[in-house]
């Protein structure tokens, strides 16, 4: 995104909240630094996805900050999502970054 944008330029993405992939990932490591393949269910259980779990610091890594700055961050809950261990937790993430 860095070398794409020009100044100014936004860059909103969205993903996996780490906090689920923690709970998620139990069943493998209990260690959130670890990072394994997950699976979630989603769609009221219709489909299944597997992906990589990741740390907060990976997407708000020191490149990512010095490049980027940060206009808003939305976590939010995820109803359609599975429910893991009948905790409400946020199942996704969207950062919306302004190129410095």
Request: glycine share 2%.
């Amino acid at each position: 995104a860095v070398r794409v944008l020009k100044k100014n330029g936004l860059f909103i993405f969205l993903v996996t909240h780490p906090f689920r992939q923690l709970l998620e990932k139990q069943k493998k490591s209990k260690d959130y630094f670890k990072q394994v393949m997950v699976e979630s269910t989603i769609f009221n259980e219709q489909l299944v996805v597997q992906e990589p779990s990741h740390t907060l610091k990976e997407y708000f890594s020191d490149y990512f900050l010095s490049n980027f700055e940060v206009v808003s961050f939305v976590e939010q809950f995820d109803p359609a999502a599975e429910k893991i261990d009948n905790y409400k937790y946020p199942g996704f993430m969207i950062i919306k970054a302004k190129k410095k």
